[in-house]
């Protein structure tokens, strides 16, 4: 939920309490509950924080830490403390050289789409970055970047998807004095997975090499309208299995329109491939297509709504023909709104609903979900 305390203030604690309802917590697929076990739950959030925002001269730090004691009704055994931590320093030296230098914590349940068991399953990802621009010109920019990423899971039988990724970015930025940027970057990923995967009898090494050739565009239509794109070529080599290897265009373009002072609209189109929780493939194909939108109907209540229908393409992934996956695909439909209530400056109240489709073209794995969550928020 967004801040809403005034941003000159140091540290801004917080408490929140949440009532999350779903009607098939575990994504279990239609027809697969033949012993008629209860699938619903109300999970319990208690959550308390605090944000921290210091500038000092022209460097300024920042960070959050959040806590999430989350209890549920009839699934006991997915209790679970949730943790979000990020510290980043905004540095600057002189006038043209600036960057972040950043370190971020997150544990949190791993997310039911392409794991469905009822065991507990969190979900670590630790992240350090470190990046820097150079403002050579008026009009030309060079920036660069490295970073670092680790995922744990907590159960064994997820460990194979453990994995550390390191990239690395250089770019350059053509910088209009409309306030548009237009440029280019290199990205070098180096991913290591420790774990093999085991399928059928074979031990199969998931770690790669990825590179990216991409343009990055910052458009300014108008004073009401921007647009964003960044595409390209990339290219995946896995250090076992060359038949996971994948070459072509990755991209994604997004739109915003401040329609009127209280309508904003996004929209979103994207092709790119992308890490999943399954251990039956190494990435997916991911193409799709989102709308969202805000309204602020007056100073104290805000409505938000969400569109998103997306398709993820199994095929050039499998490790072994004997999984007979390479025509699968899977088809998501999402939907969601959301009320914002803020009867005063230290207080936000919110509900909202939501659907979640799944169809799949893999026999038995098609899957809907419905909830709606009260969730509420006080800032100190």
């Known amino acids: 939920m967004p801040a809403f305390a005034a941003t000159d203030d140091v540290l801004r604690p917080y408490v929140g309490y949440s009532l999350v309802y779903d009607d098939n917590v575990l994504g279990v697929a239609d027809g697969a509950n033949t012993t008629g076990e209860k699938l619903s739950d109300t999970a319990r959030h208690a959550e308390a924080g605090i944000i921290f925002n210091k500038r000092i001269s022209q460097q300024v ?3 959050h830490a959040n806590l999430d004691h989350i209890t549920y009704g009839h699934f006991g ?5 949730a943790k979000d931590i990020l510290a980043n320093w ?3 030296v002189g006038n ?5 230098l950043g370190v971020s914590y997150i544990q949190a349940l791993t997310p039911f789409v392409n794991f469905h068991s009822d065991e507990l399953n969190l979900r670590t990802q630790r992240r350090e970055f470190f990046d820097g621009a150079w403002r050579l010109h008026p009009s030309w920019r060079l920036r660069a970047g490295v970073s670092r990423d680790k995922l744990n899971y907590d159960l064994t039988s997820q460990q194979a998807g453990n994995r550390t990724e390191v990239a690395s970015e250089v770019g350059l930025d053509y910088l209009a004095s409309s306030g548009s940027t237009v440029g280019v970057q290199l990205r070098h990923t180096r991913g290591d997975l420790p774990n093999p995967q085991l399928i059928d009898t074979v031990l199969v090494d998931n770690s790669y090499d990825q590179n990216e050739l991409k343009a990055k565009v910052s458009w300014l239509l108008t004073g009401k309208t921007q647009l964003q794109f960044l595409g390209g070529y990339v290219q ?3 250090d076992f299995f060359p038949a996971r290897d994948f070459s072509g265009v990755n991209a994604r373009v997004q739109a915003s329109w401040n329609a009127t002072a209280k309508l904003n609209v996004t929209a979103g189109i994207w092709r790119e491939i992308g890490a999943l929780d399954d251990l039956t493939a190494s990435y997916t194909l ?3 297509i989102g709308v969202g939108s805000t309204y602020d109907m007056t100073s104290k209540i805000r409505f938000e709504g969400q569109l998103k229908h997306e398709s993820s393409d199994y095929s ?3 490790a072994l023909p004997s999984l007979q996956l390479a025509d699968r695909k899977d088809t998501f439909d999402t939907a969601s709104v959301k009320m914002i209530y803020r009867p005063t400056t230290h207080l936000q109240l919110a509900t909202t609903a939501y659907h979640k489709k799944r169809d799949s073209s893999l026999d038995g794995n098609n899957a809907a979900n419905n909830g709606v969550m009260l969730s509420s928020r006080y800032e100190f």
């Open 96 to 100: 043209h050289v600036d960057g972040n």
């Open 77 to 81: 055994q997915l209790d679970n403390n």
């Open 90 to 92: 905004n540095w600057h």
């Open 236 to 238: 995946r080599k896995h």
């Open 316 to 318: 050039g992934t499998v």
């Open 286 to 288: 991911n193409q799709g």
């Open 61 to 63: 730090l920042s960070g």
